[in-house]
């Protein structure tokens, strides 16, 4: 993804008042993250576990989206298949995360579902060497199909929440 800006970033989100856009802590460690290697930015709220941000890239440009852990899906550390990634090789904590979708919708308390890794490790577990069931696979081919999955369902969820912006 294209890299972004602090001010981008607060500038980015639909689904949280402008006032909240300016509170939200920004990701750690900022000025390290390799853009090239994202497919969205994600990342955890310090202070309230259950909170988490991803800003995911857009035809229509980057869109920032506040998420919320389901407890039990916290809680029950079960194996599941992140729905981004869908990394399956790794008994990962994946969360079941909602959003409030954006404008009127949201406001009348409409939401939207996914269940992603809860540290957001989606773009790491895409570009790990593929498992020996693909020998016999170019291992550069797959690791690039999993990259264009990942934007793709990343972009997907993205365009969902913001789909009821009225
Ligand atoms: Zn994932």
Not at 105 to 114: C, F, I, K, P, Q
Request: a neutral charge; hydrophobic letters at 35%; aromatic letters at 8%.
């Amino acid at each position: 993804m294209e890299s972004l800006t602090p001010q981008q970033i607060r500038e980015s989100f639909v689904n949280c008042s402008r006032a909240d856009a300016e509170e939200l802590p920004l990701p750690p460690g900022m000025h390290e993250v390799d853009w090239s290697r994202r497919e969205y930015l994600g990342w955890r709220d310090p202070r309230l576990p259950q909170r988490g941000y991803v800003v995911v890239p857009t035809a229509d440009g980057p869109v920032g989206i506040v998420l919320k852990a389901s407890e039990a899906s916290m809680r029950s550390h079960a194996p599941s298949m992140c729905g981004w990634c869908q990394d399956v090789h790794f008994t990962r904590d994946v969360y079941f995360w909602s959003a409030r979708r954006a404008g009127q919708a949201g406001r009348n308390g409409d939401t939207v579902g996914t269940l992603v890794c809860g540290g957001f490790e989606c773009s790491e577990n895409v570009r790990r060497t593929p498992p020996p069931q693909y020998v016999g696979f170019d291992p550069d081919r797959v690791v690039e199909d999993r990259i264009a999955g990942l934007a793709e369902r990343a972009g997907r969820f993205a365009a969902t929440v913001v789909g009821a912006r009225i």
